[in-house]
């Protein structure tokens, strides 16, 4: 696997809140073949205190990121959080503009020298290494288990910004999950608001936009919301007793991406770090086993069944070709009718190692 | 020769950042110039009389005007120097508004400005010659493109007045989107009845030859005598044998073509006959379903034929004819409103297209007029309309009004409760748009008496919830959010300019805009009129409007036509290029470049040499500013009148 070097922002939430996030996001990197190289003493990227009071303030934390990759030589980063991602892009594209740009160099007196690239780690997952590379990877797969991707407001959005995906329907993560094995159900509020931080100065609002989400989650059947967004994990996860007393009882476990990547990757469980999540994910993952086993039960016969039909078809053939033969009682209709029943016998064969190999 | 100059003070149009008096008396010291003045309002009735009385006092023998734009008023000056008995082409014009007064404020700068293109036009104008135009036969005989209402108005009315009509209609059908409505507002009266004895008779009618399932080709020729190709694309079924008896729709194995007139709500049969009412009733092959064109096998049309009328090997056949005049009256097509991620671009079968919605209404639709869920077949209770999808959205490119929509949403509305009583219907809307008599009236009707609720504001995003949809918007007035729970959404889709406009457009060498409508020669007062003489227009081509406008603007298209073909000859215009057979030296180039086929190679003496189609030429000037020999001179625009209009303005 062709290795990629990229710089590394963790964010502040990676060395709290989401920890789980930050831990199996390194793990899943290192087995992928990415290099992450952290920002040499990074600050916080300004979140949405900085750049709801004041834009040049803001852009100047982001822009101390930067100077500090530059320090390092580092012109090409990423970051798993989508709204420091939003936060370090947003400033990139304000500073093209020399006048606040000027403001900007005022207070940082670090005039950036490079050509800066932040995208996020699900970003560089999907495209730089594919869904096809994952799947390769899978050791234990996810088979069996239901889930709904959720990518909340920012990973595509605003869409000129962050140039992701599709603005409304994004599919990015469905593609890593399917690789990974696991059943991605249809799910029309993928990019629907989980709240956010509404909840510091309006508190209802949260758990009933994220009890919505989850809400529908549960309606659509599945096991587990997958998230990468550590603001959406935690309205989703932590809340669920205040959602849960707003009148929507759904107890779904919230993993992020990168830890079913661990688990499917067969990491250990301190890399996996579920036992970070609020909601326990094992009765999921017992959900999974008991659906797998049902499933290759059902694959099993319906192989069987085929390998049948198959075996009945060339009996057929044979006895077509015999007729034939008789009838016209030349060597060349024998051999014509020989060479079909090794087609017919063939084909259907060929399909039932495919579908074994996916088992 | 004396030249009179008569500076236009346009009200403050001009006056308010020109000197005009200041002008006039620089004018005064131009070469030839006898007499200088500045004027009120040029062309107005005092101007002019004013132009002619100096004339005539002065002696004059040519006269400049610096006013507004050749475009706006060159005609009326020429007539007016005409009047005062001077050949039109001795006269001048300067554009001191659109081109000096309307884009600076600098009252020096621009007075500098419009005495510099005085001088311009005087020295042109001491080079001009008298010309005069030649006459030339008329073609009588109107050729319509397009099919709709707006094209059938203008078809007939031409029909009635005596002239011969080519109609073509790309569609197997005539009755364009009419023909797709159930009702119409404000009347709701069935579309089929009113517009259905119309198509009747423009398939009857002596004077009208209908060209189905064809399209424009190409096009060349001028005013009065224009050349068209139509080809006449392979319907696998000769017409002049099918009776349209619909044995063969029946019969046809393959059930799941697209329905391409009921706008896909059900499938329909790769042999098809849009509809009863379709004009002509002939079978067509949609070959892109046919399995015989698709598997090779098949024939089963050919087979049940009575008159044995199917022909699998038919190819495009090609139609050239003569006609003096041009309507365009292509309509118009929905936008690809899949383009709203949050609307579910297309995922959620119940969410509908408003004329997808027109096909469930009607009686003669795929579901014989009973209101169905497309995805279970159920008759829904809660139906939300959405207005403004893909109109007045600068988010999409479409940053227009529909103008129709605010209206066919209202008459959806009331025929939605007249289906099923007990249902509601919800409303999302912007401003509600109704100028037309008895509009206004009519969307209050559906709020008052059939108990529509409208709610103004947008609509945020649709998903399904339990077998139902979410609408999730804004409502404006009350402050707040909204959701509703559909059965059915019914999105107003806004339109745009037919697929293919933009090409039609240049074969017939008119202006479209950046949406591909075409352009009217003036917004206000040739709203029918292109800028290529004998090309009119009719219809939603020309910007969207509903049935009332499309019906009227075909009629005042029909008028223009008729006034035009009425004529026995037409005038040409004398301002076209003349080749000097002693320096060409028949190398080709301005052939080459001539964009209208108006140069022919001739041979005298055994050697080539160039000549310009005089009623052809266009007068556009490419062929002489590509001839090396500078053998080719344009009337009214030659070298040395250029020439001294640029000597004009470098003096120093």
């Known amino acids: 696997m062709s290795r990629i070097d990229v710089g590394y922002f963790p964010g502040c939430s990676g060395l709290g809140t989401s920890m789980e996030y930050e831990r199996s996001t390194r793990a899943v990197c290192r087995e992928l073949g990415i290099g992450l190289r952290e920002i040499p003493d990074w600050n916080c990227c300004g979140s949405t205190p900085a750049h709801s009071t004041d834009a040049a303030l803001s852009a100047a934390l982001a822009s101390r ?6 320090k390092a030589g580092i012109g090409d980063m990423i970051t798993p959080c989508p709204s420091c991602l939003k936060n370090l892009r947003a400033a990139l594209e304000h500073l093209e503009d020399p006048l606040f740009s000027a403001r900007v160099e005022a207070l940082t007196e670090r005039p950036l020298q490079m050509r800066h690239r932040i995208r996020s780690v699900l970003q560089v997952i999907i495209e730089d290494v594919g869904p096809a590379k994952i799947k390769a990877r899978v050791r234990r797969s996810l088979k069996g288990l239901k889930v709904v991707p959720y990518y ?3 990973m595509t959005r605003p869409e000129k910004l962050m140039r992701f995906d599709d603005p409304e329907n994004p599919v990015a993560l469905d593609r890593l999950l399917e690789a990974l094995g696991a059943e991605v159900l249809a799910f029309p509020l993928k990019t629907d608001c989980c709240g956010g931080s509404f909840a510091i100065p309006a508190r209802a609002v949260t758990p009933r936009l994220a009890g919505r989400i989850l809400d529908m989650a549960g309606e659509a059947g599945a096991d587990a919301v997958v998230v990468a967004c550590p603001l959406c994990q935690m309205n989703l996860d932590l809340r669920q007793g205040q959602i849960r007393a707003g009148g929507v009882d759904r107890a779904l476990p919230v993993p992020y991406f990168t830890q079913l990547m661990a688990y499917a990757f067969g990491l250990p469980e301190q890399e996996a770090a579920f036992r970070k999540l609020v909601q326990d994910i094992q009765p999921a993952f017992a959900c999974m086993s008991r659906r797998a086993a049902d499933i290759e039960a059902e694959e099993g016969k319906v192989a069987a069944a085929e390998a049948e039909k198959a075996r009945k078809a060339a009996e057929r053939a044979a006895k077509a070709a015999e007729k034939a033969a008789e009838k016209t009682g030349t060597k060349d209709a024998a051999a014509d009718g020989a060479g079909k029943k090794s087609a017919a016998a063939k084909k259907p064969k060929g399909k039932a190692d495919v579908d074994g190999g996916e088992a | 020769m004396k030249i009179g100059v008569f500076i236009c003070h346009c009200g403050s149009n001009i006056a308010g950042t020109v000197d005009c008096a200041g002008v006039a008396r620089r004018a005064a ?9 500045d004027i009120m309002y040029a062309c107005a009735e005092p101007g002019q009389d004013a132009v002619i009385a100096a004339v005539k006092e002065h002696g004059l023998t040519g006269v400049v005007v610096a006013s507004c734009t050749p475009r706006m008023h060159e005609p009326t000056f020429r007539k007016a120097v005409e009047r005062a008995g001077l050949n039109r082409y001795m006269f001048e014009m300067a554009n001191i508004r659109e081109h000096v007064s309307w884009i600076g404020k600098d009252m020096e700068a621009n007075t500098n400005k419009a005495a510099e293109l005085v001088r311009m036009a005087a020295a042109k104008l001491r080079l001009n010659r008298e010309l005069k135009p030649k006459s030339f036969p008329v073609t009588k005989r109107l050729l319509v493109i397009g099919g709709g209402v707006a094209g059938i108005q203008a078809a007939l009315d031409a029909a009635e007045a005596g002239l011969e009509v080519i109609m073509v209609e790309k569609q197997p059908t005539i009755g364009g989107k009419m023909a797709k409505l159930d009702k119409t507002f404000p009347t709701v ?32 020729g001028y005013v009065g005598n224009f050349d068209v190709k139509i080809r006449k694309k392979a319907t696998c079924v000769d017409w002049d044998k099918c009776t349209g008896c619909g044995l063969c729709t029946e019969k046809c194995p393959s059930k799941k073509s697209y329905d391409r007139f009921n ?9 098809i006959i849009p509809f009863p009412q379709a004009i002509p009733k002939k079978a067509s092959i949609e070959r892109d379903y046919c399995r015989m064109f698709n598997q090779g096998k098949c024939g089963v049309c050919a087979k049940v034929c009575p008159t044995g009328a199917v022909d699998y090997a038919m190819q495009d056949e090609f139609v050239d004819v003569k006609v003096g005049g041009i309507v365009a009256a292509t309509g118009y097509d929905l936008v690809d409103w899949t383009v709203y991620g949050e609307y579910g671009a297309g995922r959620y079968p119940d969410v509908v297209t408003s004329l997808q919605y027109e096909r469930m209404l009607s009686a003669s639709g795929p579901t014989g007029g009973h209101i169905k869920r497309p995805s279970d077949g159920k008759e829904p209770k809660n139906v939300v309309f959405v207005q403004c999808v893909a109109s007045r959205d600068p988010s999409v490119g479409r940053p227009y ?8 949403t209202a008459k959806q509305a009331i025929l939605t409760k007249d289906h099923i009583p007990d249902s509601q219907s919800y409303v999302f809307y912007m401003d509600i748009r109704s100028p037309g008599k008895g509009y206004d009236e009519f969307t209050r009707r559906v709020q008052e008496e059939y108990g529509a609720k409208y709610i103004r504001g947008r609509v945020s995003m649709i998903y399904p919830k339990g077998g139902k949809l979410l609408v999730r918007g804004a409502d404006t007035l009350m402050g707040g959010q909204v959701e509703v729970e559909a059965d059915l959404v019914v999105l107003a889709v806004g339109g745009e300019a ?11 060498r008119i202006s479209y805009d950046g949406y591909g409508f075409f352009m009217e020669g003036h917004p206000k007062l040739k709203p029918v009129e292109t800028n290529t003489a004998g090309v009119f227009l009719a219809g939603a081509c020309q910007g969207l409007k509903d049935i009332p406008s499309s019906v009227a603007q075909g009629s005042a298209a029909a008028a223009k036509a008729i006034g035009l073909l009425s004529r026995n000859m037409l005038d040409s215009d004398p301002q076209i290029a003349s080749v000097s057979v002693n320096r060409c030296v028949g190398c080709r180039k301005c052939i080459e470049v001539c964009p209208f086929k108006a140069i022919q190679e001739i041979d005298m003496r055994g050697l080539p040499k160039a000549e ?28 040395n009148q250029i020439l001294a209009e640029v000597e004009a303005l470098c003096r120093f």
């Open chain 2, 29 to 37: 010291a131009y070469p030839d110039v006898v007499y200088s003045t």
């Open chain 2, 263 to 271: 706008e896909g709500v059900g499938p329909t049969t790769a042999i």
């Open chain 1, 65 to 70: 990121v930067f100077a500090q990759g530059e």
């Open chain 2, 401 to 408: 009004c529909s103008g129709f929509c605010c209206m066919y």
């Open chain 2, 189 to 220: 009266d069935c579309s089929s009845c009113i517009l259905g004895p119309r198509m009747v008779d423009v398939a009857q009618h002596p004077n009208i030859t209908l060209y189905a399932y064809s399209e424009l080709e190409e096009v060349s």
């Open chain 2, 498 to 508: 037919a697929a293919g406009s933009p090409a039609l457009a240049e074969k017939l």
């Open chain 1, 152 to 154: 909340g407001c920012l």
């Open chain 2, 612 to 639: 310009v189609i005089e009623t052809v030429c266009q007068g556009c000037g490419l062929c002489n500013a590509t001839c090396p020999q500078g053998a080719i001179q344009l009337s009214h625009f030659t070298d």
